[in-house]
């Protein structure tokens, strides 16, 4: 009997430990969640990378959250000249504007210049043996391009060269939507 009554008070604990550890856990990732969110940007856009798998096709998700690098010359934004806007393609954060685009001749599209300074973030890439400044939409951290100093003179003397497939194109509205 004391031996059965000795199993029962190990297995209550055992149920009572578990039932404390569990909730435990989940009030502390709710809880670095909030502290992210309160200490960061409030426009900062977080998605897991299995949540970014199922809105991106596989060519955007290599570029955008695997640091890809679409082929030179294969983008559709590359020889754009319409006036309008850039977004991320992952999250529609405005990022470029075409009033700083320029032909580079480099086979991707060109900005000399980022749309403010709340559009992207940048941070040193060493990868393929080749120290480069890579640029991040600043609102979901997805990989954009990288940024060179061998862009216009007369403007700001940087080259942001960005994936086509990173960005979706927004044509500025017409002039009669303007005098409306
Ligand atoms: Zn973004």
Redesign the pocket.
């Known amino acids: 009997m004391k031996n059965k009554k000795d199993i029962v008070i190990f297995v209550i604990v055992v149920f009572f430990l578990q039932c404390q550890s569990n909730p435990k856990q989940t009030t502390n990732s709710a809880l670095n969640q909030e502290q992210k969110t309160a200490t960061m940007d409030t426009s900062t ?1 977080f998605k897991s990378e299995e949540e970014w798998k199922k809105v991106l096709t596989d060519e955007e998700f290599h570029v955008l959250r695997e640091a890809g690098t679409e082929r030179a010359y294969t983008g559709k934004y590359t020889d754009l000249k319409d006036d309008g806007n850039y977004y ?1 393609k ?4 405005l990022l470029f504007t075409s009033t700083t685009k320029y032909h580079s001749g480099c086979g991707w599209p060109a900005f000399y210049d980022k749309a403010g300074n709340n559009a992207v973030i940048t941070r040193m890439d060493y990868s393929f043996g080749m120290t480069r400044i890579e640029v991040l ?1 600043k ?4 990989h954009l391009g990288h940024v060179f100093d061998d862009g216009p003179k007369d403007k700001t003397g940087l080259r942001y060269c960005i994936n086509s497939i990173s960005l979706t194109f927004e044509k500025a509205a017409t002039d009669k939507t303007k005098t409306k």
């Open positions: 856009y991320c992952a999250c529609g954060h939409c609102r979901c951290e997805s």
